[in-house]
């Protein structure tokens, strides 16, 4: 989808929408890595190949990720131990050609406080074998792979990269033969069941294993179970050589979910290893119970899916959909109030002073309500098929990019200046336009609502983030007609001002106050611009909020030039213009740089949310509050300074020991935009309680102390 084109467009349309307009442009951008090397402050990633033979049936062909790690910095094994995320290989690979599983090397136990992990410090090489089938004959094998990975010190950092290699078919590619056969001997060796056994016995798993080498005997061994959540990592055991058999004594985890009658084990001494999968006897204590609802709600839920289902009409619409719509609506009618949107519909109703004929202004004010709901439609229509081609969007995505909150700044300055009456757009737009204009009123009231939803849409998460949430995930004709109630509930004050001949007659006269009610509607203008610089400044440094700040002054002085007469216009139009050109060409860049740190940087008592990062302090114990936010969401700033800064709020926070987190979508980002569509969301602000052994609790976007203190209270 070209962006650019859509919001050119919308561009266009609102430069012909009233005298007070002009307009947007956007592309959303995607970064992708292509090749087999990305390196990150802790990890430098490679994807390596290793056919010594080339790409045939029947012959060795192995690939795979080798991750080297900065000192003190680590990522796991299968089993991650306590805490952390095995690393995830997701090939992409022609037709005859399948990957196998990583042939894990042996880890090492790495401690961390009271917990151990199990993982990989140094360099490692996670090889993954391929089947080629007889028929495959292409010239060479294209690969690519997406790969995630968690990188840990005291801190974790969640990581992926995209990863491209071609191997020629009939060559030999065996440059990393060397590390290749390093891995291979790092992997454990099988040793058979035998006499060795493996059984529960009250609250431990006692091991048994014969046939272990006979230069072992005697040492102390290192042992990891494949399967996660068996044994108390961090647990003290004991261990004991009894002849040639060695026997171990582990503590189950208190956390156990499983019950396997098989369980592979990993033993090694130092860079020897050996694996091997033995049924387990003895009975297993209960598993521990995940609360994921509480008991009562569960045995409703039972009963509920238990009964049979009630009739419904064919025709009936289903409750949630209906509390959306109302939802929907209610959202549309606040967004007049918004500083940015106010202003339009103000100037609009005004204007019905020097309109004298009732028909008119209803057709005006029906031509304005079909610009809104049709352009509520289109943008629906657009998240829902960005969605279903598989781009991680939420609404609001507009305000993701820099070049868009750049282009609404430019369009709210350029509307600014023309209420506070420094140009007229009659004076520097072509003949043609302004005779178009002043001959189809109804044309110019339908952009006046195009312009409007596109200055308004973005405010609209805060007052609607559950029926939004909801709408993503219905059928498209549902999900269209919450989009749909928006709109009419947007328009509905305009029309119901056009269509009410009293609210003319309630008007005072023409007369200057109609110039001063003008001017004074550029301030809301000219705050919107502020607010958007500020955000452009949290997506793109201070540098991005400066070259923005200039280039609006650039452009100003270039409107303010086209409204000279006579040789004066057209010697200060041009160097204007010039000039302006040059500002953007020499210091435009800055605007869409990224930032280097994100702009809701961790502090003291706030980190900064990661995919995971909840699901670990959980499983430790600790409950978690989660602001999803972003700079550009007003709501999400006013709750920041009042009640998250609350002292009594931080206090409870603090005495009931919750981690604070903030996942930012100032600029897009698919892991918060996955984690909101999993909340129903699809917009911020949202706030969220986790606590260990309950479902997560959503909290009302206009936060207030109260509610958030009785919330902890129920902690």
Not at 53 to 77: F, I, N, S
Not at 306 to 321: D, R, V
Not at 463 to 482: E, I, T
Not at 644 to 649: H, I, K, S
Request: aromatic fraction near 8%.
């Amino acid at each position: 989808m070209n962006f650019q084109r859509f919001f050119s467009a919308i561009f266009l349309i609102a430069v012909c929408a009233l005298p007070i307009s002009a307009r947007a442009q956007n592309s959303l951008i995607k970064t992708s890595l292509n090749g087999a090397v990305l390196t990150t402050g802790q990890v430098r990633a490679e994807l390596l190949a290793w056919a010594p033979e080339g790409v045939e049936a029947g012959k060795p062909v192995w690939l795979g990720l080798q991750l080297a790690h900065q000192p003190e910095w680590h990522t796991y094994w299968k089993n991650s131990g306590d805490s952390g995320l095995p690393t995830m290989l997701e090939w992409q690979l022609p037709s005859g050609v399948t990957a196998g599983e990583i042939a894990w090397p042996t880890p090492k136990k790495i401690p961390i406080g009271t917990l151990a992990n199990y993982g990989y410090e140094g360099a490692v090489l996670l090889p993954v074998p391929l089947t080629v089938a007889p028929g495959f004959s292409a010239p060479q094998l294209d690969i690519k792979l997406k790969a995630a990975w968690l990188v840990c010190r005291k801190e974790c950092i969640p990581q992926e990269g995209e990863f491209t290699l071609s191997l020629p078919a009939k060559g030999s590619t065996a440059a990393s033969g060397a590390l290749f056969q390093a891995a291979f001997d790092a992997t454990p060796k099988p040793l058979a069941t035998g006499a060795s056994q493996l059984e529960v016995s009250g609250k431990a798993l006692k091991v048994s294993l014969s046939g272990l080498p006979a230069a072992l005997q005697g040492k102390t061994l290192a042992l990891f179970p494949e399967t996660a959540s068996i044994i108390e990592p961090s647990a003290p055991w004991s261990q004991e050589w009894q002849g040639a058999v060695w026997t171990a004594q582990l503590p189950l985890s208190g956390q156990r979910l499983e019950s396997p009658a098989r369980l592979p084990l990993v033993v090694a001494l130092g860079d020897a290893a050996w694996r091997i999968d033995a049924p387990v006897g003895g009975d297993w204590p209960a598993a521990a119970s995940v609360a994921v609802v509480s008991p009562a709600l569960e045995a409703a839920l039972k009963a509920n899916a238990s009964a049979p289902a009630a009739p419904t009409s064919s025709g009936q619409p289903p409750l949630g959909l209906l509390a959306a719509l109302l939802g929907a609506l209610l959202g549309g009618l606040i967004l007049n109030l918004m500083p940015c949107v106010f202003p339009v519909l103000a100037i609009k109703v005004v204007g019905f002073v020097n309109e004298k004929s009732q028909a008119t202004r209803l057709t005006s004010g029906l031509a304005y309500s079909a610009g809104v709901v049709l352009s509520f439609l289109a943008l629906g229509a657009l998240l829902l098929g960005l969605r279903a081609a598989g781009d991680q969007l939420g609404w609001g995505f507009q305000l993701q990019s820099p070049a868009v909150v750049a282009a609404l700044a430019a369009l709210f300055t350029l509307l600014g200046l023309n209420l506070a009456g420094l140009f007229d757009f009659g004076s520097i737009l072509p003949g043609r336009v302004v005779s178009l204009q002043a001959k189809n009123p109804s044309v110019n009231a339908f952009l006046s609502g195009v312009l409007a939803t596109a200055i308004a849409s973005p405010c609209t998460a805060p007052f609607m983030g559950a029926s939004l949430g909801y709408a993503v995930g219905l059928p498209a004709a549902q999900a269209l007609a919450v989009f749909g109630a928006i709109g009419i509930g947007m328009a509905l004050p305009y029309l119901a001002a056009s269509a009410l001949p009293g609210v003319a007659r309630a008007l005072p006269r023409p007369g200057a106050w109609m110039l001063t009610f003008k001017q004074l509607m550029a301030f809301p203008m000219f705050a919107t611009v502020a607010w958007l610089v500020w955000v452009l400044g949290q997506q793109s440094s201070i540098d991005g909020a400066g070259a923005l700040l200039a280039l609006l002054v650039l452009l100003a002085l270039a409107v303010w030039s086209l409204g000279l007469r006579g040789r004066t216009r057209i010697a200060m139009a041009t160097f204007s213009i010039a000039v302006f050109a040059l500002g953007v060409c020499t210091i435009g860049q800055n605007i869409l740089k990224t930032a280097d740190a994100s702009p809701t940087a961790a502090s003291a008592r706030w980190q900064d949310w990661q995919p995971g990062r909840v699901e670990q302090l959980t499983a430790q114990g600790q409950s978690v509050f989660v602001d999803f936010t972003a700079a550009w969401c007003v709501t999400c700033q006013y709750n920041k300074k009042t009640t998250l800064a609350n002292a009594a709020v931080l206090a409870d926070m603090d005495a009931r020991n919750v981690a604070l987190l903030r996942a930012d979508w100032t600029r897009r980002d698919p892991a918060v935009t996955k984690a909101l569509v999993g909340l129903g969301r699809s917009g911020v602000p949202v706030y969220v309680f986790y606590k260990p052994g309950r479902a997560p609790v959503v909290l009302s976007e206009i936060l207030s102390v109260s509610d958030v203190r009785a919330e902890l209270a129920r902690l």
